[in-house]
């Protein structure tokens, strides 16, 4: 009997009625759960040499993988290495199908040493040829489906797990790759904006262009110096990225760098670790300057009454894409969230979140104001009102820039006077979590196509079109 048939009768054994007879109708339809998750896995499988360096679900470890044969992978952690089955790989794709974790329903992880205080995904990926349970690996497991494009992974607390793409029941196939990504929290039309952006991404150049003049501020220094140019353009979003211009220092004063301290704090519960880094990101995106700032005050005061961490955790869980709670909690006292603040939570969960500033709004505003009119729209509705910054006015430069209402196609500023301080700053985090939701989409619909697109990646290229959106 075969490990993984071994695995799957330990997990059926208190499953119910309903269960059996749902396996029993696939069976009569010549469709076997256990074929369509070994053929996923084999597929996947013959890209493992493509990985390298993966965290934990955590975020608390690193490994590599350092070998694989049609068996097993190797991983090294810590100069030791542990051997992770083939079947342990399959063991926890089924058990994620078996029960419908997707996107609207993630599957904590639940991992521990002991098999007896482990989540049953923790204990699926870890029974033995004999039945008894093994020495855990899923917290190795899940980063290599995550890269594999598989499953993707809630870093933040607790952690969970869904699939990417459940399996069909009737076409083991990955043709039209896009027609598998599910809607999940997004509306119809949101999903089909996800969609448009996606093909803006990808689109023959020509298709998309955007161009306006840059200014002599010191973050254009290196778009002057690279290009000399006083024009920036892209022909797609790809391209935006691509022509990403920010002044970035060397690591270890890097966003990535001070974004991986924030994280490493967080988990170590060091909340004048966290401080230092949020002050870091603050220097870094040109925010929260004065001493009488609101968010410098609000993390501030936090660190000292030794809850700036789990504030940060408590903002970055009612944000996840994969959470519909409501959004109360940020009325500008017991959760924060503006320019600044954006950008904290941002780095603190950098595959759940974007930075949504007043460009990335306006950029947003941009594209979705031209795909409604493409498909014969009058208004902004609801669902895609997008808001924005304005720009810094200077004495050469007057005039608003970052505005994308045309028309009756009207998109009200993030800094609306009409609106109380609890009420702009819980629809600022509707928006950070829609717009999250909304460009994860485009990244899944992205890979699965083949291209490598990461959420900061689209964020950049959103940042880039929002300078100027006239």
């Known amino acids: 009997m075969r490990l993984f048939d071994i695995i799957l009768a330990i997990l059926e054994m208190d499953r119910p009625a309903s269960f059996s007879q749902s396996r029993a109708a696939l069976r009569s339809k010549g469709i076997s759960m256990t074929q369509r998750v070994v053929q996923t896995i084999s597929r996947a499988w013959s890209r493992m040499g493509e990985l390298s360096r993966l965290r934990t679900p955590s975020q608390r470890s690193e490994y590599i993988v350092e070998g694989f044969a049609d068996d097993r992978v190797i991983v090294l952690v810590a100069s030791k290495r542990h051997v992770l089955l083939r079947s342990a790989f399959e063991a926890a794709l089924n ?160 966003f990535a760098s001070i974004a991986a301290e924030l994280r490493k704090s967080l988990a170590a519960n060091d909340d004048a670790a966290a401080l230092v880094a949020c002050k870091a990101i603050f220097a870094w995106g040109g925010v929260a300057r004065k001493a009488d700032d609101a968010s410098l005050q609000c993390v501030e005061s936090q660190a000292a009454a030794k809850t700036l961490c789990r504030s940060i955790r408590r903002a970055v869980k009612l944000l996840d894409r994969a959470c519909a709670d409501p959004l109360d909690d940020f009325n500008g006292k017991t959760l924060l969230m503006n320019s600044a603040m954006t950008k904290i939570y941002a780095a603190a969960a950098p595959d759940s979140l974007i930075i949504y500033d007043g460009r990335v709004g306006a950029a947003l505003g941009l594209l979705a104001r031209t795909w409604l009119l493409a498909n014969a729209e009058r208004t902004v509705p609801a669902d895609l009102a997008f808001r924005w910054g304005p720009n810094t006015k200077t004495a050469n430069q007057k005039d608003e820039t970052r505005n994308p209402s045309q028309d009756l196609f009207i998109f009200t500023s993030l800094y609306t006077t009409s609106s109380d301080i609890p009420a702009r700053n819980r629809e600022w985090a509707e928006l950070v979590r829609m717009s999250s939701r909304l460009l994860w989409t485009t990244g899944q619909m992205l890979r699965a196509q083949g291209f490598p697109v990461t959420l900061s990646m689209l964020e950049r290229s959103l940042f880039m079109l929002g300078y100027d959106v006239r």
């Open 95 to 254: 058990y994620l199908h078996q029960h419908s974790h997707g996107i609207e329903s993630p599957c904590l992880i639940k991992s521990n040493n002991d098999p007896t205080l482990s989540g049953p995904l923790c204990r699926a990926s870890r029974v033995t040829l004999s039945g008894a349970y093994g020495t855990r690996n899923i917290n190795y497991v899940l980063p290599i489906l995550q890269a594999l494009g598989v499953v993707d992974i809630r870093t933040s607390t607790p952690n969970a797990v869904w699939l990417v793409t459940p399996l069909a029941a009737n076409d083991l196939s990955f043709s039209n790759p896009v027609r598998r990504v599910g809607k999940g929290l997004l509306t119809a039309r949101q999903f089909d904006f996800a969609q448009y952006l996606s093909g803006l991404w990808t689109g023959a150049a020509g298709s998309f262009s955007h161009r306006y003049k840059v200014s002599r501020h010191h973050s254009w220094k290196d778009w002057r110096a690279r290009h000399g140019a006083s024009d920036w353009w892209c022909q797609s979003l790809s391209q935006a990225n691509q022509h990403y211009c920010w002044p970035e220092k060397a690591a270890p004063h890097d």
